[in-house]
């Protein structure tokens, strides 16, 4: 009976550990969250949510504010236009550079928010006569400037993490949207989960941003292969090409090509 004892306790831990690991996620996607949000979307007691909250904030890494919590370097990062999601800069800035190669002078485009389409954003120098629809702030700004470019932004509500807009308003912008090419971001790639993110509030955007282009290009780094977050937005025959770097494997960019899905590699310096 004791080992019985231990071994649920254990594997009660070991629930909440991973149950943590998706509440910072979902944070560190959307920069905040109520507690009977999180109690609805992880299926547990609100009590539960606010241990783990507590146990988050001990580590650091969140506040805690009456009904909810945000994440602790939201406000900074905001402050001074910073991305939260900026690992693996080398293999997002390979793939930015790959991507505008497939960006010709004259198209329309839309840019989706995050750092790797960021990267896209950033080579764009030297384009002409594009026509920009993006619901991130930073691209906006980024690219707002640059003579000959028409950047149209659309409305929402802001989200810190990403600096990009999203909800109801963000995704009704493309109702009447039609452009040559999206560039999508994604949170994990996986052949049973299909496309996934870390939250709920943009998979209506990332679904009428889809609606709206003709061919669209899903733009992300191999860690994100094999991976699978809270939200799903759907199958990986939603996209036709795929950017990626260096580090998808043999089998798996054999697997993307079964399916009809055209694979480009960018060449990671290293």
Do not use: C, W
Not at 221 to 247: E, N, P
């Amino acid at each position: 009976m004791a080992n019985r004892v231990i071994s649920s306790k254990g594997q009660s831990n070991l629930l909440g550990q991973r149950r943590r690991v998706r509440i910072l996620d979902l944070l560190q996607e959307e920069g905040s969250a109520r507690v009977s949000e999180l109690s609805r979307v992880f299926a547990v007691s609100e009590p539960t949510i606010r241990q783990d909250l507590d146990r988050l904030q001990d580590d650091g890494l969140i506040v805690r504010e009456y009904g909810g919590a945000f994440l602790k370097s939201t406000p900074d990062q905001v402050r001074s236009l910073s991305l939260q999601h900026t690992e693996n800069m080398q293999r997002k800035s390979a793939i930015g550079r790959k991507v505008a190669e497939f960006v010709s002078d004259g198209d329309t485009i839309i840019l989706d928010a995050g750092s790797t389409v960021t990267e896209v954003a950033r080579n764009l120098e030297g384009k002409r006569g594009l026509t920009i629809v993006t619901n991130a702030l930073n691209i906006a700004l980024l690219l707002g400037g640059h003579f000959g470019f028409e950047v149209m932004v659309t409305g929402g509500e802001f989200k810190g993490p990403t600096l990009s807009l999203t909800g109801e308003k963000a995704a009704a912008f493309f109702d009447k949207v039609h452009v040559a090419k999206l560039f999508l971001a994604a949170g994990g790639i996986s052949f049973a989960a299909g496309l996934t993110y870390p939250g709920f509030s943009d998979i209506y955007v990332k679904r009428a941003m889809i609606a709206s282009a003709r061919q669209v290009f899903l733009v992300a780094d191999s860690t994100k292969l094999g991976k699978s977050a809270l939200a799903a937005l759907g199958g990986l025959d939603l996209i036709h090409t795929f950017v990626t770097d260096d580090g998808i494997g043999a089998d798996e960019r054999a697997e993307f090509e079964r399916r009809g899905i055209e694979v480009v590699v960018a060449a990671v310096d290293k």
